[in-house]
């Protein structure tokens, strides 16, 4: 296993789509740089991280001519 420090958390989900990872919990009450607006949290979910993937996983595949 290699040596990525990690912290784990208990009320934190992770989505991963073809193009994106996002994070999901709760904010420290004290985080006062949380920006739901910027971040594109939903009534439902915190988004605490949201990158995109370098090399998607899914690629588009076009149809042979």
Request: hydrophobic share 30%; charged share 25%.
């Amino acid at each position: 296993m290699s040596n990525i420090p990690y912290q784990r958390l208990d009320d934190a989900e992770v989505y991963v789509s073809d193009h994106e990872i996002v994070i999901t919990g709760i904010p420290d009450e004290d985080d006062e740089n949380h920006n739901c607006d910027h971040m594109g949290c939903s009534s439902i979910n915190h988004v605490l991280f949201r990158a995109p993937l370098n090399n998607p996983i899914r690629k588009e595949q076009t149809p042979n001519r």
